[in-house]
């Protein structure tokens, strides 16, 4: 994203997407990228140097259903 500032980047994660938004000289660049897991939204971080932005986020493990035995009376 040569060109764009950082404070013109606005990223929002949010279950199994990431939602990247820039402008840029009166132009808007718009991208949502579906992600396979749900994401962890509270581990999401992003850098951006020399033109390059990096998202790191953690995945979320699927719970498995909890079961229990009940006892019958």
Same mark, same amino acid.
């Given at each position: 994203? +040569?060109?764009?500032?950082?404070?013109? /980047? &606005?990223i /929002?994660? #949010?279950?199994n997407?990431?939602?990247l938004s820039?402008e840029h000289?009166? &132009? !808007?660049?718009? /991208? !949502?990228? +579906?992600?396979q897991? !749900?994401?962890?939204?509270?581990?999401? !971080?992003a850098?951006? &140097?020399?033109?390059?932005?990096?998202?790191?986020? &953690?995945?979320?493990?699927?719970?498995k +259903?909890?079961?229990k035995? /009940? #006892?019958?009376?």
């Amino acid at each position: 994203m +040569p060109g764009v500032e950082k404070s013109d /980047v &606005k990223i /929002v994660v #949010e279950n199994n997407t990431v939602d990247l938004s820039a402008e840029h000289d009166n &132009k !808007k660049y718009h /991208v !949502k990228v +579906p992600v396979q897991h !749900k994401v962890d939204e509270n581990s999401a !971080k992003a850098t951006y &140097k020399n033109g390059v932005l990096e998202i790191v986020f &953690k995945l979320v493990e699927e719970q498995k +259903p909890k079961s229990k035995t /009940v #006892e019958v009376e």
